[in-house]
Structures are given as structure tokens and as C-alpha cells.
């Protein structure tokens, strides 16, 4: 489980679905408690039968044995008729709540900014979240489940074992706990194993994706690492099969013993309710009602703690995405325009990602008036791609602020806010295997264009077109045209510019692109950003040249700001990366 844990998120979960189905919630408890109720008047009932046929002889009313018969029969009906109602109808509640829980998760996914779907990670959630809706209404009913069936009929035979003979209440409820012990001891195992197993797991995966996967099988085949791939695969799940063979032995063992101190209880149970009916403490039909019942009594302790509450706390995990996918799902979440003239300002802004300690953005202050185009170098990881998400506003930063502001209007701070305007081509774009048409129309899905217009932006950024034009399938999934990677970024550069925007951020668009398409695609690319304001990461500073301005990152940090020739004249980073490149260059003579 996690840190929040399973009370926490049922409740969020059954207040979205009563918040769905109010009533319809209420009658699952009402029904839910009859239920429960209906084996504690079966008990009652039988007992008195029982009581009214042993005490008959002919001064008695034999009606009276006939009304109890009547009665008994009556609660045993019910409770078979209430088992089948409340099961079927908590069926029919999830079948029915189903379609407004997709409804909240799409509408959520609809308010989100389209950009924000080029994000793997976002992907994965909404995906993870997708599943997690078929999963809600079981998981957080245990907890109405719990209160209603189990604890009304807990708490009722106690009362009912209490009035008949107080010890033997207490000796019934004392057989829970060694079974409650030992499920929380099986739980904190599990977790202790899952803990120590999942690192190995996912190392499993990857050995197998080396030797199974489309885009490693070339370079394992090649370098014949097959083998040596194979081994430690085996290796490590011989691993894992161990540790989990010690946990069931150890499980095992566990339940043996408790199994064997249930029948010892038992035993004592039963033996008591032998002896407190010969000094008649207790009447046959209660000695009689109370030992029909105990199995039954059992059998509900075991489905539970080993069924429901386990079964639920397993699998809150996948309510906890769907719950986490949909937060604030009655609140709008608050946008705002980037627009014409708008200038963007970043104040004291600083970013740590949730996993490190380290700033990857630190302190960055900044202002970028409309219409500047700026390219932003920097060596691996001094925090661009970061700076790019904080300002598509995927990220928020943890401290300062990001406002537009025109000129002489007043600021608008747009952290935690959804943005309008913006375009982007990602560094981890998406290959959507889908038509190119969809490929690029994907990115601003309101918008008419026609196919005319969706042509002239291939050509522009070189998508070679053939005689299926646009229409083509892309991927080998679904028998389409398999693309280059520098070809699938083409793709990526095409859905960015399709979008109306003022701003665009391209993440190295052209990274997988050799130099000289490299360099006449980011002409097109600065030709295209005109008036609008670009962001444009690059890793080659010959291309920087293009831009007006030049920011210069490194850890996390804004270490340098000028045009490409301010910044060549100026010893520094530029300069060092400028000068490293170009040597480079001209000993590869490209
Ligand atoms: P760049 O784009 O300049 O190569 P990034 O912005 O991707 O750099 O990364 C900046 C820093 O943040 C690096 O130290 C990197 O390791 C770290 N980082 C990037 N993405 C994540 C992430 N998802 N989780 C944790 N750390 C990250
Ligand atoms: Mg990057």
C-alpha cells in the first residue's frame, strides 16, 4: 500500500461515487445492513423453534411451535433472497456508475491543455487511471461492505452470544484475533517481499525486453550478448522464486497454526455450550441455534479479513491513479492565454523533481518579450528540458512565479494554471500509430484545415509524401509505413507547428536529424517562429547562430544571456562549447 493507504482513498473514492449515484448509494447500505441483519434473525428465529418445540407438552399452544416454524422459515428465505439482492444489485450500481465514472475521467482528460498528452509519463497515467475506473466501486464498497454487512452482523451475534451467556462472547471473538494476527503478519510479509522483489522484477524485464525487444534484438544479436542476457535473467528469477517459496513456507507454517488453534477454540466453544445447557444456563434452542451458527460465523471472519479487506487493500493501488487523475474534478481548472505582445517573466523560479534533492532549476530569473526567438544550449542535463516544461506548465515551479504580462497591463501569475497559446515539440515525443494526417491534426483537434494545408506543412519540414498522401498508416503495429527517427521527429516538428500558438517550445527538434538537414530544417523552423515567440533547445551551437538571443544553461542555473556574437566574444561557457564543436567539426570535415 502507500502512504495514504486504503481508508484514505476509499473515502475519496465513495465520495465520487456518491456524489454520482446518491441515492442509489444509500439504498447499497440500506440493503447491504438487511442483509447482514437477516443471518442474525435466522440465529433468533431458530432458537426459538428450538425452545417452543422443547418446551411443548399438551398445555401448549402447538400454534405457537407452528408460528415459530413460520418465522424461522421466513428468515432463512430472507436471507437467501437478501444474498441474491444485495449481490446483484451492487452489480447493477457498478455497471451503472461505470459511465459517469469514465464520464469524470474524460472530462478531466478533455480540460487538460492536448500538449500535456505528448508527455509519457501523463500517458501512463491516464492509462493506469483508465483501468483503475473499472476497479473503484469494489474497492471502496469493502469499506461500506465492512461497516454495513460485516460489523451490523458482528456486532448483532455478539450482542445476541452476550445476552445468552456474556463468556461465551467473549470466548467467540477471541478466536478472531491469532487470524487477524496472522493476516497482518502475511501483509507486512508480502510488502516486505514486494519491496525487495520489484527492483529485481523490473531488472527481469529489461534482460528479456534486451533479448525480445524490436529496437535492442539488432545490437544483442550482433554483439552476441544473447546468452549472457539469458543467464542473468534466469538468474535473477531463480532469485525471486526462492524468496517467494521462503514467504509461502513461511505463510504456510503460520496458517497451520492458527488453523489448528480455530479447531482447538472450537472445540472449547462447543464443549462449553454442552456444559452451560446441562446445568441449564442456556436452553437447548439456544445451544442449538448457537453451534448451526458458528460455522457460519467463521466463515464470514474468514471472507473478511482474507476476501474482502485483503482483496481491496491490494488493489487500492489502482484506485489511487484513477483518484489522482481525476483531483478537483468539480472545480475548472483555471487557464490562461498567452497572446499577442505578451511578455513572459520567471521570478526566483525553483524546481526539484520529486525524486531528487538537487535544484534542476535553480533560482532563474528571466524575461522573454513577444516575438523573440531564443535558442537554449546548454550540456546534458543543466535543466533545459525542464525550463521548457515549467513553461508549457507541466511542471510547477516549488518557488517563485511565471506571469504574462503586456506591456502596461498588470501581471498575470500562471502557476498551477492551464495554458492557451502555447505549442511544443517534446525531446520524448509521442509516435502515435496513427495516419500522418492524425499525427499532426492531433495537436489542435477544433481547428479546420484542409488536407491542402496539412500537405504544404510536410513539405515544409520535408515529409516525403507518397501516393497515399497523408492518409498513411504509420507504424508496423497496424501494417503502416515504418518511419526513421529522424523521419518520426519531422512528424513531431509538423503536429508543433499545425497548432495555433504564440509561443512555441521545440525540445531539440531536430536531434536525431543529420547536420546538413539539420540546418536547413531550423531555417524553416526560425522562418516559421516569425513573429511569434520561439523557445528552441539545440544542442549544436552553430545553429544558435539563427536566434536573437541566447540563453546559456548549467546546473540548473541561466549562467549566460546574449546574442551569439556578445556571448563569442566573452570567455565562457558559450565560447568553451562554441569552440569544442567546432574543432570537432572540423576534424570530422563536415
Ligand atoms: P537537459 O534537458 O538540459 O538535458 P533536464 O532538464 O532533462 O536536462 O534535466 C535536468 C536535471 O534534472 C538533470 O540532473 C536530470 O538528471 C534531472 N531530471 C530530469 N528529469 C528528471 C526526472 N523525471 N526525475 C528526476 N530527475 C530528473
Ligand atoms: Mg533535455
Known sequence: MNKKGFVYYNLVGLRVLFHLKQKAMCLYC??????????????????RFYDSITAYDSATNKYSIILNLIFMGLSFLLAQIMNGVANSYGQILNESLQKGLNGILYKKISLMDSMEFEHPQKLDMINKAVNGSQMIFWVSTALLDIVFFYFSYFGMMSCYLFSTQPLLAISVILVFIPNVISYFIHMISFRKLENQIAPMRRKTESFLGYMTRKEYV????????????????ENTL?????????????????????????????????????????????????FAAVLLSLKQFYGFMYELIEERFAWASQNVISIENYLKCIEGYHKEKESCHYEKDMNIVLKNVCF????????????????????????????????????????????????????????????????GKSRIGISAVFQKFVQYRMSIKDNITISDMWKNTSDKDIEKICNNVDIHLDKDGIGVMLGREFDGRELSGGQWQRVAIARGIYRDCNLIIMDEPTSAIDPIE??????????????????????????????????????GKIVQDGTHEQLLQKEGEYKKLYQMQMKWYMESNL
Request: glycine residues 6%; charged residues 20%.
Open 30 to 47: 440500506i440493503l447491504q445492513l438487511i442483509h447482514g441483519l437477516s443471518y442474525v434473525a435466522q440465529v433468533f428465529f431458530l432458537q
Open 352 to 415: 526539484s523533481y520529486p525524486s531528487s534533492s538537487k535544484y534542476a532549476l535553480d533560482n532563474i530569473n528571466l524575461t522573454i518579450p513577444y516575438g523573440e526567438t531564443i535558442a537554449l544550449v546548454g550540456e546534458n542535463g543543466s535543466g533545459k528540458s525542464t525550463l521548457c516544461s515549467v513553461l508549457e506548465g507541466l511542471y510547477s515551479p516549488d518557488q517563485g512565479d511565471i506571469v504574462f504580462c503586456q506591456s502596461d497591463a498588470k501581471e498575470i501569475s500562471v502557476k
Open 238 to 286: 531463480r532469485k525471486i522464486n526462492e524468496l517467494n517459496m521462503k514467504l509461502q513456507y513461511k505463510k504456510g507454517f503460520i496458517d497451520f497454526i492458527v488453523c489448528m488453534m480455530t479447531v482447538l477454540f472450537y472445540g472449547v466453544i462447543v464443549l462449553m455450550l454442552y456444559q452451560y445447557t446441562i446445568i441449564n444456563k442456556i436452553t437447548p434452542g439456544a
Open 518 to 555: 539539420e540546418s536547413k530544417l531550423f531555417e524553416k523552423i526560425y522562418e516559421y517562429s516569425g513573429e511569434k515567440t520561439a523557445i528552441i533547445v539545440t544542442h549544436r551551437m552553430a545553429l544558435a547562430k539563427l536566434a536573437d538571443r541566447v540563453l546559456v544553461m548549467k546546473n
Open 218 to 233: 539488432k545490437e544483442t544479436r550482433h554483439l552476441g550478448l544473447y546468452h549472457f542476457f539469458c543467464e542473468r535473467y
